[in-house]
């Protein structure tokens, strides 16, 4: 059996993927991730997952483009200096560019 | 505890030993040599995960030899590294469990359980000593050691859960029982065999322990390489 092995480096911090070890049970797996992952006092916890509980998702529709829907998708730069340029204030703009 | 040793050391003057450094000598004995054996796995154990964990096994055994060493160097005015090094082969105190050489995987595991059970019974007994220093040292060790244990357990749970396991790891035990016997003193044997037997759940052989005192030919050979870049240079070179 396979498991992902995710270690903490400080308390608090997010789990984060370290490694796998190959194990015939749990008890195996266990003995095994700590000396491969934890002899040096390098993290303060592990956390041992088989493979198989594991469930990735890689596909992710983005159709319509819905860039409204996410904090990157409305420039105010863009619309500040559209503005500028219909109203022909342009110069007068702080620093002389649109919205900075 | 027989005294069947040559007691020159190489600090000269050291020629009287006290039985408290009989002890800690046989004790750092075993556990150098243990871990020179368990070390000799290292690049060829049947999987990775196993080449880890017995070359980890290994340097904790040596570093629990180095702590003993440590305590016997101060009462005999001499070092660590010449305790280890400087003695000729018929002046260690390890017990032959140790010293075999080569022994396959299904041996390998049943000497590990056997010296980790002994072990475990040895250090109990030392942790209650009046000597504050040695019960100390007996905790830490002991400790450290709790892993080692998990491991050797784990390994004769699973061989004994199938047929093929449980029969090579009897064979195994019942070559090496003799060995395991002379781990330890006459007092503590009998836990041995109690404990083992429940483990196994059937009858050890009856037979005489192989105790301290006989060394097997295989020692001399791993004190040549133990022992050869020490002695590459004059003696009181400095490392």
């Not at chain 2, 039985?19 to 368990?38: H, K, M, P, Y």
């Not at chain 2, 154990?45 to 290994?58: C, K």
């Not at chain 2, 359980?113 to 109990?124: F, H």
Request: glycine share 6%; hydrophobic share 40%; aromatic share 8%.
């Amino acid at each position: 059996m396979v498991f992902e092995v995710f270690r903490q480096e400080r308390k608090g911090q997010p789990f984060q993927h370290a490694g796998t070890v190959t194990a015939p049970d749990e008890s195996f797996a266990e003995i095994y991730a700590r000396e491969q992952y934890g002899r040096r006092q390098e993290s303060v916890a592990l956390w041992l997952v088989p493979r198989e509980a594991l469930h990735q998702i890689s596909e992710f529709p983005d159709e319509f483009e819905m860039k409204y829907r996410r904090v990157d998708g409305y420039s105010i730069k863009a619309r500040l200096r559209e503005a500028r340029e219909k109203a022909g204030t342009l110069e007068m703009a702080p620093g002389g560019e649109a919205g900075e | 505890m027989r005294r069947a040793y040559a007691t020159h050391f190489p600090a000269g003057d050291l020629q009287v030993t006290t039985s408290r450094v009989e002890l800690l000598l046989a004790i750092a004995d075993d556990e150098l040599f243990l871990g020179w054996r368990n070390s000799e796995w290292t690049g060829i154990a049947p999987f990775l995960e196993e080449d880890v964990a017995f070359s980890s096994i290994a340097q904790n055994e040596i570093g629990h030899a180095r702590a003993l060493y440590e305590l016997a160097a101060a009462e005999l005015g001499t070092t660590a590294d010449e305790l280890a090094f400087d003695r000729q082969p018929d002046e260690y105190r390890c017990a032959p469990l140790v010293q075999l050489r080569k022994l396959e995987w299904a041996r390998t595991i049943a000497r590990h359980w056997l010296y980790e059970t002994a072990d475990e019974i040895r250090l109990e007994a030392l942790k209650g000593s009046d000597d504050a220093e040695i019960a100390g040292i007996a905790a830490k060790i002991d400790r450290e050691e709790a892993y080692h244990r998990m491991h050797a357990e784990m390994w004769i749970d699973r061989l004994l859960s199938s047929d093929e396991g449980r029969a090579r790891l009897s064979e195994a035990v019942d070559e090496l029982w003799p060995y395991a016997l002379g781990v330890l003193d006459d007092e503590l044997r009998p836990e041995l065999r109690r404990h083992a037997e429940e483990r196994l759940g059937r009858k050890l052989p009856d037979v005489q322990p192989i105790p301290r005192g006989v060394h097997e030919a295989e020692l001399a050979e791993l004190w040549e390489e133990m022992t050869m870049v020490r002695r590459s240079a004059p003696a009181g070179a400095r490392w």
